[in-house]
């Protein structure tokens, strides 16, 4: 069965196209305006024609994409279906030029409209009459008063702040906020609220001062102390760990290491009992071929004796 070429979408809808153009095109007296078609409709339908070309050009420029090699009949006829939408196209651009219609620009409305006249109070109150006879027109007279009006006054109640008084301040309060920086004895209180007050500093004061530093040092010490005790413990319990972490992996070690050599020693085993059962099936094998050919020999020899 010979292979037939189907021709394609493209080429099919190329050669209705161009039939349909050329047909159009091929009666010129259907382009001329009438009372029926005006310039309007002749100028539309050249314009739509127009559009059927481009479509054919694109058409044809599918149709070569598709042939790689075309024979020299193929391109005459293609060279064929160009000159034919050349001089379609040619004729409908003169069609569209001659057909084209004149755009009107509509007259402006803007000068026909009356000049609106002011109102006669208006013109009675801005209105004054000058040496010559002519009218002329006054803005209304400045008054300062419509300009400048009476600013607001800015309260400046409740802007000013002003610190609490000292007296107020409770010397507990910030013994109670800070009871590890300050003394807890009424003494050394008197004394400590009697020099923030300006009172002068006393002997008391320094001592008071002293034993503050001291305890202050003391308990920085203690928490040194505690912390070292704690980093102590904690680094004993870490090396018991990696003790028993480290028994246990030395567990896990040999038990690696005997199941490599137990393993090593199963291989050559197999190994040997692979090359003897190797050579025992080919003995078995040997073994029935032998009975099998003694059993043909003797039935060969009983049959033809």
């Not at 073994?287 to 009983?302: N, P, R």
Request: with cysteine; net charge neutral; glycine share 4%.
């Amino acid at each position: 069965m010979a292979f037939v070429n189907t021709p394609q979408h493209d080429e099919i809808n190329l050669v209705r196209l161009v039939r349909r153009i050329s047909k159009s095109v091929a009666k010129p007296d259907d382009w001329t305006p009438t009372d029926v078609e005006p310039e309007e409709q002749i100028w539309l339908r050249a314009r739509k024609a127009l559009q059927n070309v481009k479509f054919a050009r694109r058409l044809i420029k599918n149709v070569e994409v598709d042939d790689f090699e075309p024979s020299p009949p193929r391109i005459n006829y293609l060279n064929n279906i160009k000159i034919q939408l050349d001089r379609a196209e040619t004729f409908l651009k003169e069609v569209e030029t001659s057909s084209k219609p004149v755009s009107h620009r509509p007259a402006p409305i803007l000068p026909t409209l009356p000049v609106p006249e002011p109102e006669p109070s208006a013109l009675n109150s801005n209105s004054s009459v000058d040496e010559h006879g002519t009218l002329s027109l006054s803005p209304p007279p400045y008054s300062e008063s419509t300009e400048k009006g009476p600013s607001p006054r800015i309260a400046t109640q409740g802007l000013l702040i002003l610190p609490d008084d000292a007296d107020e301040i409770s010397p507990t309060l910030i013994t109670s906020t800070l009871p590890s920086l300050l003394p807890s004895s009424s003494t050394e209180t008197a004394t400590s609220t009697g020099f923030s007050r300006g009172f002068g500093a006393t002997s008391a004061t320094h001592l008071s001062g002293t034993q503050t530093s001291t305890a202050i040092h003391e308990q920085l010490t203690a928490q040194l102390e505690t912390m070292a005790q704690q980093l102590k413990r904690n680094a004993i319990h870490f090396s018991n760990s990696m003790e028993k972490d480290k028994a246990v992996v030395e567990d896990a070690q040999l038990k690696l290491e005997g199941n490599y050599d137990v393993m090593q020693k199963e291989r050559v085993r197999l190994r040997d009992h692979r090359g003897k059962s190797r050579g025992t099936t080919c003995m078995v094998v040997g073994i029935v071929l032998l009975v099998l050919l003694v059993f043909m020999l003797m039935v060969s020899v009983i049959r033809f004796s």
